[in-house]
């Protein structure tokens, strides 16, 4: 369905969710494998054929300004990455990035590659050059590295290596294996060191290199292997949970439970810790 250009993965998990996609004539549920080759697939009463074309990898080097989504949805006439890339058809953004940030990007029409590469649960590499605002202090660095909680989530551990520092800022490079939005910048805030410069320079074996702001190209046969064989690798590393939610290994506490505590065999001590009189008697007060 994405392939027929009928909107994003998560788009079409939501038509089929509603009842509007049907397969063979039975309403369609999610999880269930489909050939449109071999399939009748109807979406809002309409038959669909997916579009028969090669898979398109390309390398944008998105400018500060411009947005990494494929709409400007406030409708205010800002440029997105999609405007950048005068090529027809339906193409996922892969890594996206604020808008003052800059640097790499990849676009494709391969949904299912975008997704694995997108998903926070494969936990792909993304390589950062940041500059923040002051002498970033060791400590402020080790919090950082061991993870910071940001929106009621702990972060994952990230590599982070001090390339120059001067009294005035710091240069830095940062390989993490997520991320949240705005995650970098909020973190920086949250230690007092402010960004004043990022550039992403790798998704996982593609680099920027020497390619242009605003300029793109095409990956190369060896490119797109790479990347292959780092999604075909790649093995989820735990469920990924929205904030607020109940940690899948973790059992939920029941509101107002008081358990008993467990006492040793032998323990006569009554409800509230005195010992039982085993002789029968009454206390007289």
């Known amino acids: ?8 993965r998560r788009e079409c998990e939501k038509l089929i969710e509603k009842g509007r996609v049907t397969v063979n004539g039975r309403t369609a549920t999610l999880g269930e494998k489909a050939d449109p080759a071999t399939d009748t697939i109807v979406v809002n009463g309409r038959p669909i054929k997916p579009l028969q074309s090669e898979s398109i990898y390309i390398a944008l080097h998105k400018p500060k300004g411009v947005l990494s989504s494929l709409d400007d949805e406030m409708e205010e006439g800002r440029t997105t990455v999609r405007d950048l890339i005068p090529l027809p058809g339906h193409f996922y953004p892969v890594g996206r990035l604020d808008k003052q940030s800059t640097g790499l990007i990849l676009m494709t029409n391969d949904g299912d590659l975008a997704h694995k590469l997108t998903h926070p649960r494969y936990g792909h ?15 402020a660095l080790e919090k950082w590295r061991a993870g910071m909680y940001l929106d009621g989530r702990k972060t994952i551990p990230a590599h982070i290596t001090v390339v120059r520092q001067d009294v005035n800022f710091t240069h830095l490079e940062i390989i993490m294996r997520e991320g949240r ?13 402010p960004v ?3 550039v992403r320079e790798k998704i996982g074996p593609l680099t920027l290199g020497s390619l242009k702001l605003g300029d793109w190209r095409h990956l190369t ?3 797109v292997t790479a990347l292959k064989a780092v999604v075909a690798a790649a093995k989820p590393k735990r469920p990924y949970r929205q904030p607020g939610s109940t940690p899948t290994n973790r059992p939920a506490k029941k509101p107002g439970s008081n358990q008993p505590t467990q006492r040793p065999p032998g323990d006569s001590r009554k409800k509230g810790g005195r010992p039982a009189d085993k002789s029968g008697s009454k206390n007289k007060r």
């Not at 369905?1 to 994003?8: E, I, K, T």
């Not at 390589?127 to 002498?135: P, W």
């Not at 939005?181 to 060191?193: E, H, S, T, Y």
Request: proline share 0%; aromatic share 4%; no cysteine.
């Open 1 to 8: 369905m994405a392939q027929a250009g009928l909107g994003s």
């Open 125 to 139: 590499e993304k390589t950062y050059k940041v500059v923040v605002e002051g002498r970033i202090t060791h400590e």
């Open 181 to 193: 939005k705005r995650q970098i910048r909020r973190l920086a805030n949250m230690l007092g060191f």
């Open 196 to 198: 004043t410069q990022l």
């Open 221 to 223: 046969d060896k490119e």
